[in-house]
């Protein structure tokens, strides 16, 4: 025990406490990094036996190609399409503008009305049904028109009826009773055609509304103007340019719909 507090040696103690003190310092060091190895490898496992087994970077799913499709398009005119038969029912203004009838056409037989626009089917019905007619509150009427049409083509216009009673009614789309008027845009407000102006069949056409559904009744125009009390209108057909489209019906608010007769 002496000689390790007195070291003994021809040199002088200071040199081998110098000595000692390097080869412990040594040591120490020695035994921190055997420390540092094995806490640093053990918590490297622990982190990648965490992970399940062939997890990876998550693929993202990325959205298809938006489809481009043509939305779906509403046609106005001044001929009755309301009928979903083959039929077409008789003439419905002076200026050529018809009316589709119900069933195989036959005027004032009942039939099977149209779907088109995506209402349900309908049944013109004749004057004497028992069916009672829709109210104003009951009957929500819109209408509807393709927004351009090309050269030589007839424009339609729809008007669409929903039942919101719980009660089946009928209505009337007559071209007396739904008025469909045609005005140029941007002029004198001035009408180009209405289908009051002397039509051919100015009768009533009596379609049956089911309680919450709803059904169509298509107008087709073929772009001759009309005038008023059967006087005789310009001949020709009207010219390319925006056209505004209105839709009166008692008790009804008034509908508008605006189209363009594109250009040769």
């Not at 406490?17 to 035994?31: D, S």
């Amino acid at each position: 025990m002496g000689s390790l507090r007195n070291p003994i040696g021809p040199l002088p103690s200071t040199i081998y406490w110098r000595r000692r003190a390097v080869a412990a310092t040594l040591v120490a060091l020695l035994a921190l990094l055997i420390v540092w190895a094995v806490t640093s490898g053990g918590s490297k496992g622990n982190k990648d036996d965490s992970r399940p087994s062939g997890s990876g970077p998550a693929h993202s799913i990325g959205p298809g190609p938006a489809s481009s499709g043509p939305a779906i398009s509403q046609q106005p005119g001044g001929r009755d399409e309301s009928g979903s038969g083959d039929g077409s029912g008789g003439t419905d203004a002076g200026s050529e503008g018809t009316t589709g009838g119900t069933g195989d056409g036959s005027n004032g037989d009942p039939g099977t009305g149209s779907d088109s626009g995506g209402g349900t089917e309908g049944r013109q019905v004749p004057a004497g049904s028992s069916i009672p007619d829709c109210t104003p509150s009951a009957l929500q009427l819109t209408l509807r028109t393709e927004l351009s049409y090309g050269p030589g083509e007839k424009p339609k216009f729809r008007l669409i009826a929903k039942n919101t009673s719980s009660t089946a009614c009928k209505a009337d789309f007559g071209p007396k009773s739904a008025v469909l008027t045609i005005t140029e845009a941007g002029g004198d407000d001035a009408e180009v055609w209405s289908s009051k102006d002397c039509p051919r069949n100015a009768g009533s056409v009596l379609l049956e509304v089911p309680a919450g559904a709803t059904i169509v009744h298509t107008v087709e125009w073929d772009r001759k103007k009309s005038a008023p009390q059967c006087a005789t209108p310009p001949a020709g057909s009207v010219g390319p340019g925006t056209y505004l489209v209105e839709a009166k019906t008692s008790g009804e608010p008034v509908q508008r719909a605006s189209f363009v007769l594109a250009k040769e």
